[in-house]
Each structure stands twice: as structure tokens, then as C-alpha cells.
């Protein structure tokens, strides 16, 4: 681990000391069974704006998005100024009076830390008056900005993932750590510093500006998949996503590649429609799920499809994919029993529809689940006003978080953040 900056404590240094395996992101939260369609009562609501990540620190949960007002359950609870980012007690629902931070622009992105600390990321370039650019790490605990760590990144961040000491992150930026780097990077957890092994040149947008929009890492750490506008990774063709090999040593390009997603989909709509990802808790497989429009199952468009993490060369095809029938999906979170997907989908399993209900399809408003195995909707159907849909699907040891910019989670009011218990 590299010294911090003279002017920091050795209390902070410590506090901020990872280990290899700390900080469980929502990739390695195995879950047993599917999660109660009965959302729990205790969870605060955002009265505005909209939710777009979420982590768990300790017993806090950490929410973040563009909103400035919040308030607790229940009925004559005041509302409370928070802005962009604020956290609460899983177990209580009460709102930390403790962390309130003021983050001037949106969060998109956030990562638990060790010791109380959490990591942020977006399209802001102060936390608390103290100049951070757009990646910053945060105290849950006293609301301190943590000035020993300095990634110095330059522009939008909408993605990140932090696995022990590696912290890698994705968006349109151009300097990271101290370093060029164009749209990914890896960064030192405790410094900021980029890594000097993780460093590819991602290029030639499909459309509008170069950008990485999700990244997924495997719990493992030796796999990393990266989706956005690019068509070129390193030189090689790589059409809105592509794989990169992790591990101990210099990371390299995987051989891994698929045409699947070079399709149009809506071009002149979006710069890419690629969305959410996530690894199963295994890292056997990963799941990229998309919006573009309803041109059904010729392409991958508005779409959730299984991929086998193992696999290597050209030409991959999904070993399954559920369609929506034109509407979609923002977020999926893997967790072993199922593969949740959330957006501001009518239906699933609508190969045939056309922004409309084709012959099979099942009802899941904003949410639902699929069997990892098949791909098929599982019965778990609690329903969500469908909004633009939901941006975040965190899983936990006890339930799924959700975060999106409507007010009603299975039949109930839950302002913009809700959670599905385990049962």
C-alpha cells in the first residue's frame, strides 16, 4: 500500500486500509431463494428526483441519484434537505443525521469501502465545498471528505466497482489517477493513483461521444466486462461490449467478442443501448440487459441475455434472452435464484411483441425475475409504476434494494428506494 500525503492523520490512514476481500458488491450476494414481492414498510422516501445507486455500508444504506429532499416512514416525519446523496439504518429506516453530505451534481455510481467509507461517483466536481472532481470517498460516519485520496478525474463518471484495493471505473472521461486514460480505468482504492497494468485504448463511438456506460467485475476479480458507445477495443472490434482479462498481472483484451449487439436498434435514439450488467455470484455467467427500441427477437433490443463468462473467442451468442417487446430494461442484479431485471418494461417473455403483448407474453410491470437457467420469467411479479424505471437493483443478505424515480413498489407507497425482504 502506497503512503498517503504528509498532511493526513495516521487515524485516516488506517481508516482507509482495504483488504482483498472486502466490500461485497451486489455480484457476490448469494441469495438462497427469491426475495418476498412484499417490499419491507421501514424505508425512507425521496420526494424528488431520482434514486440511481445504491451501496451498503455496514448497516447504512447509502443512496445516491439527483433529489434534495427525503423523508423517513411514517405518518408527521418532516422532511429533511439532502443533497444528491444521503444514507439511513437497513434496520430502522431512520435517515443518518450523521452523513449529509452536499454533493453539487448527480450521482451515478457508488461503492462500499472499508471502515465506514464509501466511494462515489458522477457528474460532480465538489463534496462538501472540497474539490473532488467526479470520484470522491466519503466518512458515513462524520460526513469527512477523504483528501489523501485523489483519482483527479476529469469528466463524467457513470459506473464503478471496487474489488479490495483495485477501484475500476467507467464513463467519458480522459485523465484518471494522475494518467491519461479514455473512458476506463483502474484506480489504486487508498490513492487514486491509476494502475499502470490496466490501461486500453476504447474507441470510435457508433454514435455521439465516446463513452464506457457499465462495467461488471466477477467476485473474483479476474474478469471484467465494460459495455458503452465504442466499436474498438485496443484495435480490435468490439461492438458496444467487451471482455477484459483481470488477475495479477497486466490486463489484456479477451479473445471474447460478439456481433450480437452491432445491430442499429434505434440509432439516431441512442448513442449506445447497451445497459445494465452484473456477474452471478459464481462468475460463471454475466447478464447485459438493454433499451433501442421494439424490433423483437431478429436483434437484442430492449433485452436480458445470459453469457458464459468462461468462454473465449469470436462469435458468442447468449445462452438465452428474454425479450420485452419494445420497452426498457435500465438494471439486472444476479443472485443465484434469480436474475432481477428492472426498468419501464410492460412484459416479459415477448419475443413476438411489438410494443405490445405478443403471444406469451407475462405481465411484470417496471420489475421482475428470471430463472437464471432458462431465462424464463419466474411467478415473482410485485409490480412498480414504470416511471423512466429503475436505474439501481442491489442485492443483500437480507432482500434486493431498488432505486428508481417513481412511488409505487409492490401496491405501496415507497418513495423512489424500496426493498424486497428475503422471506
Known sequence: MRPFIACLTATSLAAFTLSATAGAASA?????????????NNTPHVLDGTVRAIAVVGDLVVVGGNFEEVREAGSGKPTLKRHNLF???????????????????????????????????????????????????VKTTTNQVHTGFKPNVNYRVTTMVRRGSRLYIGGSFTKAGGKARTAVARLDAVTGVADSSFNFSVTTPRSGALKVYKLAVDPADTRM???????????????????????TGTAKLSTWSTTEYADACNLNAFDTYMRGMDFSPDGKYFVAVTTGGPYGRTTLCDSAARWEAAR????????WVNWTGGDTLLSTSATGAAVYVGGHQRWLDN????????????????????????????????????????????????????????????????????????P
Open 28 to 40: 457476490d450476494i448469494a441469495q438462497p431463494t427469491v426475495v418476498s414481492a412484499n417490499p419491507v
Open 87 to 137: 444514507a439511513y439504518d437497513m434496520g430502522t429506516g431512520k435517515i443518518s443525521t450523521a452523513f449529509v453530505p452536499k454533493v453539487d451534481g448527480t450521482v451515478h455510481a457508488l461503492q462500499a469501502g472499508t471502515s465506514g467509507w464509501v466511494y462515489l461517483a458522477g457528474t460532480f466536481k465538489t463534496v462538501n465545498g472540497v474539490k473532488t472532481g467526479t470520484v470522491a470517498a
Open 225 to 247: 466486462v465494460i459495455n458503452g458507445t465504442f466499436t474498438r477495443v485496443n484495435g480490435q472490434t468490439r461492438y458496444q461490449i467487451a471482455m477484459i482479462t483481470l488477475g
Open 312 to 319: 473465449t473467442g469470436s462469435g458468442q451468442k447468449p445462452t
Open 351 to 422: 419475443p413476438y411483441g411489438h410494443d405490445s403483448a405478443g403471444p406469451g407474453a407475462v405481465s411484470r410491470p417496471g420489475i421482475g425475475a428470471l430463472n437464471p437457467a432458462t431465462g424464463k420469467a419466474l411467478a415473482w411479479n410485485p409490480t412498480r409504476t414504470l416511471g423512466h424505471g429503475v436505474e439501481a437493483l442491489v442485492a443483500h443478505p437480507k432482500g434486493l434494494l431498488v432505486g428508481s424515480d417513481t412511488d409505487q413498489l409492490g401496491h405501496e407507497y415507497h418513495g423512489r428506494i424500496g426493498m424486497f425482504p428475503m
